[in-house]
């Protein structure tokens, strides 16, 4: 027997310290869309679904103080918070018998709900444990259960147990400094391209953006000058364009703060990212993104003369000048500029394609991006308003009834670039384009399908609108029983795909693998096969 008296505190109290005056947006009916709850203090708001003996589950919702009971193996229930929430869960369990256990499990969408499994946002592993299910001490004590830091979940709206909905994303990401876990994962800096924007307007609060920064330019490599792509833990690395976007994410928060002691204090490591940057200019006057640096939100091909990764570039570049100048170097602030000017001129020379109206992908692609024609309206590397016209016109061949396909991720609509091509049609005087995208399309879906939480905004979904990561060009995974370790692992090579299969000796099973021809196994074998580990290789569509 337990009860749940106090769960969630999800805001950070870093939101404490807001400067309310003449910050409040005018009192309407809008307010019905803003989702930020009154107290740090959340509690679930429905009972979902139950199986099994669970007695009074509907004295755990709301400022209920009943007491619900679970007994018999394999009992469990499901609180819906009926929005977007995270942070520290906090229960009492009254009650336990001998040998009593307890676990939680987490999802954002119903379709996901499973007692056994979970979402596991950051870390994926062999036994989907990283960040997965978690279970409670054995044995079960009585008394109050709370989560610590390093246990807490990013958001999620079940636990088993337009506006507005953008800001109440960034806000239920932010959080104390010192409760170091990040949520759902450590933030790569490209995020800022977007959330920096809505945390000034929506919550007039920008130390998130503040201790991001920090934290990024210390994780520079001293040797090279180039930055992380994501804070610890993750520690991720190897990405031109987000290490572009710390730049220019430094830039936006002293446009809004007017904090130069933040420039300066980072203003070393600043230059010296650029210069990593810089130094990736080749002949052709574009940056040559090397395939170990050419990681992104997610797209494929990011390497080479990638046109995403040049408006990135380009844009730092600007904003540099700009920065350059306001800490007296205007020398630094002049050759900034310049070298800017010279990759928007390569930019429009080798990338326009003048048949489409759009940007190709690179000088070796004839695929026309959304992401890098998006920010080449945004970031004014086009030199017409006609260019921008034809760009405009161009996005909406991607369009479906529920966003935009971005061809640079097959099968995937995102909503990271889906914002700047938003604002890349108000740019290009198509305001009525731009609102049909939020209105009708991308956004509007997010918030009424009932597969997301209707309260904040989904990182991707695919072309039926089903949730879901798409590119995936590899993964692992796996489970130990009695037996053994029952583990598999696969990658694709351009049209090869290769299958790792390893089990326990004594056991026997079949495998079936995606495409046409014949199946090579090594060791040699046919495709039944024993225990052991085995490899398998076919070429796939």
């Known amino acids: 027997m337990y009860r749940l008296t106090a769960l969630l505190g999800i805001l950070s109290p870093a939101l404490l310290l807001l400067n309310t005056a003449g910050g409040l947006a005018p009192v309407g009916p809008w307010d019905a869309f803003n989702f930020a709850p009154s107290s740090k203090l959340v509690r679930p708001a429905t009972i979902h679904s139950t199986n099994g003996s669970v007695q009074n589950a509907a004295g755990l919702v709301h400022d209920s103080a009943g007491v619900a009971t679970l007994s018999g193996s394999g009992s469990y229930l499901v609180l819906d918070f009926s929005k977007e929430v995270g942070g520290i869960i906090s229960f009492d369990i009254e009650k336990t018998a001998p040998g009593a256990a307890l676990s939680l499990s987490f999802t954002e969408s ?29 044995p079960l004590p009585v008394g109050t259960f709370t989560q610590t830091i390093g246990q807490q979940r990013g958001g999620f709206r079940f636990l088993t147990i337009l506006w507005y909905a953008g800001a109440y994303t ?66 991720a690395q190897g990405s031109d364009t987000y290490i572009g976007w710390s730049l220019i994410g430094a830039h936006n928060y002293f446009l809004y703060t007017g904090d130069l002691d933040l420039v300066k204090q980072v203003w070393t490591n600043y230059t010296k990212a650029l210069a990593f940057l810089e130094g990736q200019v080749d002949s052709t006057g574009l940056v040559n993104v090397p395939l170990s640096f050419s990681n992104d939100w997610g797209r494929d091909n990011g390497q080479g003369h990638n046109s995403a990764a040049n408006a990135v570039v380009y844009q730092a570049l600007i904003t540099a000048a700009d920065l350059a100048s306001r800490v007296g170097d205007t020398e630094l602030s002049t050759r900034y500029a310049t070298n800017a000017s010279s990759i928007k001129a390569a930019f429009n020379e080798i990338l326009w394609d003048d048949a489409v109206g759009m940007f190709r992908d690179s000088d ?48 995937t609509i995102i909503p990271f670039v889906g914002g700047f091509e938003v604002q890349a049609h108000f740019i290009a005087g198509e305001g009525e384009r731009a609102l049909d995208l939020l209105h009708r399309g991308e956004w509007g879906y997010m918030l009424y399908t009932n597969l997301s939480v209707q309260s904040t905004l989904l990182e991707g979904f695919t072309a039926n609108g089903s949730l879901g990561y798409r590119g995936l060009r590899a993964a692992e995974g796996g489970f130990e029983t009695g037996l053994g370790w029952f583990g598999v692992k696969w990658s694709v090579n351009g049209n090869v795909l290769t299958l790792d299969v390893d089990t326990p000796s004594g056991t026997r099973g079949s495998v079936v693998v995606p495409g046409e021809g014949s199946v090579g196994v090594d060791p040699a074998g046919s495709v039944t096969i024993s225990g052991g580990a085995h490899r398998i290789v076919r070429n796939i569509d």
């Not at 800096?189 to 920064?213: C, Q, R, W, Y």
């Not at 016209?389 to 909406?396: D, E, M, N, P, V």
């Open 364 to 411: 070796v692609s004839n695929l026309h991006p959304q992401d890098g024609n998006s920010l080449a309206i945004l970031f004014n590397l086009t030199t017409t308003a006609a260019q921008n016209a034809a760009i405009s016109k161009g996005l909406t061949t991607f369009w479906t009834d529920i966003g935009p396909l971005s061809p640079e991720l097959n099968d």
């Open 170 to 235: 960034v806000q239920t990401n932010s959080i104390d400094s010192h409760q170091a876990r990040q949520q759902p994962c450590p933030a790569p800096l490209g995020d800022m391209g977007i959330s920096t924007h809505t945390e000034f307007v929506a919550l007039n609060d920008l130390l998130p953006s503040k201790n991001a920064l920090i934290v990024m330019f210390s994780t520079q490599d001293p040797a090279t000058g180039s930055l992380q792509y994501s804070g610890p833990p993750i520690n």
């Open 110 to 138: 119903p379709e996901f709900i499973n007692p056994l499994r979970s979402d596991d946002s950051c870390h994926p592993s062999a036994t989907f444990q990283s960040d997965g299910v978690q279970a409670l001490p054995n």
